[in-house]
């Protein structure tokens, strides 16, 4: 089945710590992307990268970061510069220009 | 930078009523695209409208593109509770799309 995972599902985190959230595809898509939703809100782009060892800041980088050495993994880290990191992460990809298809998500909550 | 707009943010119908979003863009579209959320879930993917003034169904779902591409609606016709959940839409801002904030559905059986 082609697709993508994101792992884990459900992320606790101290505050002060740094977190990687795991997203990879094997839908053989050249782009991905990771966006930030909180309850009740719409998708608000962190990062993303249209292809291998390239990537670009979305809307809300800031105590983000990211990297993309193969093409199937963009793995996102939620550092402790990220004042307020509690909420719900999706990834996606595409070929470029054509419609994203999204991961499960991950909730991270930071106790 | 490009905005996307959708109204309204909240509808609660009761069944079997009709539901309409709309969608409006500050700039001219290439395409506009329609996604779901199911509470809980991730947003799934509808359709893509790429023509001026272009209408497609999908049962009971009907999505519209503006003349001027710069707007689209999506109707439900006789929402049932299968419905329930976010509709976004999304227009292409170079190699990115920008969503709009959502439309939360909520349907009264």
């Known amino acids: 089945d082609g697709g993508i995972t994101q792992s884990p599902k459900y992320l606790f985190r101290k505050e002060g710590q740094n977190v990687t959230l795991s997203c990879e595809q094997n839908l053989n898509h050249d782009a991905m992307y990771w966006y930030r939703q909180d309850p009740g809100q719409g998708l608000r782009l962190i990062y993303y990268s249209q292809i291998v060892n390239d990537f670009q800041k979305g809307d809300i980088a800031e105590g983000y970061s990211v990297s993309r050495e193969k093409k199937e993994s963009f793995p996102l880290t939620v550092t402790s510069a990220q004042k307020n990191p509690t909420a719900f992460y999706l990834c996606a990809s595409s070929m470029g220009g054509t419609p994203e298809f999204f991961g499960p998500g991950t909730r991270l909550t930071v106790l | 930078g490009q905005q996307v707009m959708q109204i309204p943010q909240y509808q609660h119908v009761q069944e079997g009523e009709d539901f309409t979003t709309y969608c409006n863009s500050s700039?001219?579209?290439?395409?506009i695209q329609w996604y779901k959320q199911r509470p809980g879930g991730h947003p799934v993917f509808l359709i893509q409208?790429?023509?001026?003034?272009e209408v497609k169904k999908q049962k009971r779902l009907t999505f519209q593109f503006g003349e001027a591409k710069k707007n689209s609606s999506l109707h439900i016709t006789a929402t049932q509770t299968t419905d329930v959940g976010t509709y976004f839409c999304a227009g292409p801002d170079g190699n990115k799309l920008v969503f709009g904030a959502g439309t939360i559905l909520r349907v009264k059986s």
């Open positions: 700039t001219t579209l290439s395409n």
């Open positions: 409208l790429v023509k001026s003034g």
